[in-house]
């Protein structure tokens, strides 16, 4: 493309929380780049959550559909996204829609802009577990994403070589790493030179010293009902330990609230606490001898830094932790969830073999790589 030629303009949608962290860095090569004009459309499916990733990255979005709903169903948001997003795209045309992950965000996104004949490009693409019911709804979004998308960003080998086994043309498969690790090198750094932005955490550091901390994450929907009362069951047995603390930013999804609330209040050793911004996370990540989670970008994000982290789900579209051996499928049994945690606790050698730092998700240049390719990409059709 030469140096007069019209820039792409590119519109990214997301409208949760991970997609906003994996997504900035992503936002801020792109707006550096002259050959490409960014337009920001969230879709707002979290607000509180979302806003907090908005406000550490300072992204301010040009769309702000504002479409969450307390409890909303899959089907109502998927409706209004569709109708929403698409409004959008008509408004805007673009040449190019940008969507990450395997939000319903996401895949009505990638759909609207398939509506309209705009190119797809899928960032964390190829991830699969095999299971359509795990997670759910995620594996089908993003099997809808891949069938639409023109360039497909995968994190790892095993991610492109997915894509491969579903006959998507190998050319448009790249293998990038994942941008949660930009995001995490990038919240460190800026932690670093301002403290201040992760110290929210010291009356309860203070409280717990000397207690071996937990960090605690659950939201997943395949888990509604018995799953998270076993996970809270769990929780409560751990506890019992006058050893342990457990810190837990509790999803403020109603269906994860009852069952905590319920379960876990006014217990000494464990505190419930708002989602907590993503400098303050990080420093949980830092704080915490392990992770009890089944988070997909706490999956990413443990291994990184070494932290053992145990995974309450029955199968994983990210197998690279769990090969690494940083990670470890517990499922939502509570007695192996609580003996899964206590060998942990008590067998030094098992946590070491656990607590080595290994990061298959990536460098920290996932956004670089991804402006290298759509620049690439946009200077073959000038
Ligand atoms: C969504 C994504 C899931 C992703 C997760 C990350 C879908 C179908 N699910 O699940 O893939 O892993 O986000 O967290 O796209 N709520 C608030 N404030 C917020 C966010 C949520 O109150 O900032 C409450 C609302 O009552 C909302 C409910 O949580 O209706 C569920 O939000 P929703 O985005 O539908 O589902 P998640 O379970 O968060
Ligand atoms: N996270 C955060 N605050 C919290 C819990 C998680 O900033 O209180 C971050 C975490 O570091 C990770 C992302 O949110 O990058 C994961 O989001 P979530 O677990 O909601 O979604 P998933 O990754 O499972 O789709």
Redesign the pocket.
Known sequence: MTGSSKPAKLLIVF????EAIKLFPVIAALKADPRFVVRVCVSA??????DQVLEIAGITPDHDLDL?????S?DA?TAALLTELGKVMDAERPDRVIVQG????AMAGALAAYYRKIPVDHVEAGLRSGNIHH?W??EV?RKIIGTIAALHFAPTETAAAALLRENVDPTRVHVTGNSVIDALHWVTARIAAEPMLANGLAELEARFAGKRIIGVTS?R?ENFGGGLEAIAEAVRQIAARPDVAIIFPV????NVRRVMDGALAGLANVTMIE?LDYPHFARLLAIAEIMLTD??GVQEEAPALGKPVLVMRETTERPEGVEAGTARLVGTDTARIVSEIFNLLDDKAAYEAMAQAHNPFGDGQTSRRIVELLGHEIGKQA
């Open positions: 409208g949760t929380r991970p499916q979290h607000r509180g959550m979302l969450m709903r307390p409890d909303q899959l948001l395997d939000t319903a965000t997670p709804p995620e979004n939201h929907r999803h403020p999804n109603p989602p988070s997909g």
